[in-house]
């Protein structure tokens, strides 16, 4: 049960804006982001779309969202879809040799 506490108060507290030096702009706390990344939901998710993330990527200057093509929704990348590994493993290897 603590385990589902602790991502309650995850989820509730964890706000990027709050970050030293930022006095709760998300903007530009996401726009200060350098690093590469590619967001990855499932396209399935019902418990964070991928329409969830579009809002960060557009603040982020080096990302993208990819949507992981799955029926799978939040389990998508879980590693028991062999389809889903792929994709997953194919943006890493791309990310990382970026």
Do not use: C
């Amino acid at each position: 049960a603590n385990d589902l506490l602790a991502m309650l108060w995850t989820w509730q507290n964890a706000d990027i804006g709050g970050t030293p030096g930022f006095d709760g702009d998300i903007d530009a706390a996401l726009g200060a982001i350098e690093a590469k990344a590619i967001v990855m939901p499932s396209q399935t998710d019902l418990y964070f779309p991928p329409e969830d993330n579009e809002y960060e990527v557009s603040h982020m200057p080096n990302a993208e969202l990819r949507p992981i093509p799955s029926i799978w929704g939040h389990f998508a990348g879980s590693g028991r879809n062999p389809e889903d590994v792929r994709f997953i493993d194919e943006a890493l290897r791309e990310l990382l040799a970026s």
